[in-house]
Structure formats: structure tokens, C-alpha cells
């Protein structure tokens, strides 16, 4: 008898999504930074057990701003993610209530799926004893599953989480092979590893104006050799991209070849070139092309 089936990871933007998706399956596939709005696709990460493979899905983060069009695209692929999954598990932040999360609830609450509520960065809460009451409001907003307070970044409780996931499991035959960790291209993920780097190494505003598309991808027996172009939408902003006699955009680079390098354990030969699409998060047509598209 084996188990299998989709648990989706939803929650606003930086409550830790990704955090938590990297720990469960073990290694890195989804990108994190402290900016919100870092995942901008939803993403499957593949955990196989003895009898139970869990399809976990990483969700871009809910939010109310729908004012560009690039905002309205996360929405729909956080929403579209969460369809026809078995299992919810919702990230809030410990002693933290915004309207985001009043409006994810909202749309759990016309989900017939059991819900477990994480709460997250309980080790950043300097007075322990408001976990209690804010356990005991949250318990009161819905009828959910279960509540487990975690630290998807110490690692803290996160296993006690895992096993009631897999409990809620149906019986099932495994969806994927049991050596298959996700469903994206390695083509995928380099692009999402340089857009990391930018986020980390960028300013606060310039990361959501930036988007990675990988033009080259040739796997030989001794190097990968790989080009990335960065779409940016001013001129203004491809200089900044690029740094002061091209220092920031080789950083940027080198820390992204060195990830690449190890995921995919090869050496790389890894050039990135930056090009300007004016206006392109609030051009539909634009995003599509980008591959930005209804998943």
C-alpha cells in the first residue's frame, strides 16, 4: 500500500514558503530572499519514502496589491496551485496578523481539504509567552486540521509537521519516479538561481523590475556552457544591473555559477548579458513571453 499526493505551502509574501519547501525536500530547488515576492512561480519539489511520496508545491505568496500585471499573474498562480491538492499547510508568522493573511484565510476557508497552520519564526519571538494567546486566536478563526508552531529556518518542529502531512495522505501509486526531486527543467532553475542573486545583491524596489530568461543551455562532457539575458525595464536600470566597470553584474555571476555548479555538478561557463523591455511587469503580452504564463 503506498501513499501519494499534492500538499500545497501557501501563505503571504515572506513568511518563510520557500524556507520550508528547501528543509522538507532536503536540498535547494526553490530560490529565497529576505524581499518579498521572491517566487514568482509555483513550484514542485518531490519528497519519496519508503510507502508515501509527498508532491509538495511552493506557492508565489498571496497578496492584495493587484495593481500591475505582474502582481495579478502571482495571484492566479498561487490560486491555480491549490485546486486540486490533498493537504494545505498555511504559513503565518508567529504574533504577526496582517489583512494578507486575513485574505488567504478567506480563501481557504472555501477549501475542502484538511488545513494545517504553521506557524512560523517562533525563535524570533522574544516573549515566548504571547505564542499561547495568539495559538488559542488563531484556533478560533477556522476549524483547522492542526497547528504546529515551527522555524522553517532552525529547522525547529518541522519533522512533527511532516509526519501529520503524511498521515492525510490518500492511497495512491507515486505520481514520479522515486529519484525525481522536481518537475521544472534544470533550464528553470539556473534562471531562478541568477534571479536570486539579483534580488540579494540588488536594492529593495529594482528586483521586481528584473526577470531572467536563459537563451543558451549546452551540457558537454567536460562544461556546461550557459547564457542568461537580464530584462530589466528602464536604461536607467541596466547600469545599475551592470555596476560601476561591470562589478555587480561579474558577482552576480560568479555567486550564481558557483550554485549552478553544484546543483547541476558540472563546471560552468556561465555568461549573462542585460537588455531593457520597457514596462514589462504590466505588459501581459510581455510576460508570456517571458515565460510567465497560467500554470
Not at 520550508?20 to 530572499?33: D, E, F, H, P, V
Not at 493587484?66 to 504559513?91: C, E, F, G, P, T
Not at 485574505?103 to 522574544?126: C, F
Not at 556546461?224 to 566597470?245: D, F, P
Request: net charge negative; hydrophobic share 40%; aromatic share 8%.
Amino acid at each position: 500500500m503506498t501513499h501519494c499526493g499534492y500538499v500545497a505551502i501557501i501563505g503571504r509574501p515572506n513568511v518563510g514558503k520557500s524556507t520550508l519547501m528547501n528543509y522538507l525536500l532536503g536540498q535547494k530547488i526553490s530560490i529565497t530572499s529576505r524581499k518579498p515576492q521572491t517566487t514568482r512561480h509555483s513550484l514542485v519539489g518531490i519528497k519519496t519514502l519508503e510507502n508515501t511520496q509527498i508532491i509538495y508545491v511552493d506557492t508565489p505568496g498571496l497578496h492584495q496589491n493587484q495593481k500591475k500585471a505582474m502582481n495579478r499573474y502571482l495571484n492566479r498562480a498561487a490560486s491555480n496551485s491549490i485546486d486540486h491538492v490533498d493537504v494545505v499547510v498555511w504559513l503565518v508568522e508567529a504574533d504577526v496578523w496582517t489583512d494578507e493573511d486575513a485574505s488567504v484565510l478567506e480563501t481557504l476557508m472555501r477549501m475542502n481539504v484538511p488545513i494545517i497552520v504553521a506557524v512560523n519564526k517562533v525563535d524570533r519571538l522574544a516573549d515566548k509567552n504571547a505564542l499561547l494567546p495568539y495559538l488559542e486566536t488563531l484556533s478560533k478563526r477556522h476549524s483547522f486540521h492542526s497547528i504546529y508552531p515551527i522555524s522553517a529556518l532552525k529547522q525547529q518542529n518541522i519533522d512533527a509537521l511532516e509526519k501529520e502531512v503524511t498521515q492525510l495522505l490518500p492511497e495512491n501509486p507515486f505520481f514520479f519516479p522515486e529519484d525525481q526531486i522536481t518537475d521544472r527543467s534544470e533550464r528553470f532553475l539556473v534562471s531562478e538561481i541568477i534571479r536570486e542573486k539579483l534580488t540579494r545583491r540588488l536594492g529593495e524596489e529594482l528586483p521586481y523590475q528584473l526577470s531572467v530568461q536563459v537563451e543558451l543551455y549546452e551540457a558537454n562532457s567536460d562544461i556546461t556552457n550557459i547564457s542568461a539575458i537580464i530584462w530589466v525595464e528602464r536604461s536607467g536600470q541596466k547600469g545599475i544591473v551592470i555596476g560601476k566597470q561591470g562589478k555587480m553584474l561579474k558577482s552576480i555571476g560568479q555567486d550564481a555559477r558557483e550554485d549552478i555548479e553544484v546543483m547541476i555538478d558540472s563546471k560552468v561557463y556561465l555568461q549573462l548579458w542585460v537588455k531593457v523591455k520597457e514596462g514589462w511587469s504590466d505588459d501581459e503580452r510581455a510576460l508570456r513571453q517571458l515565460g510567465y504564463f497560467d500554470e
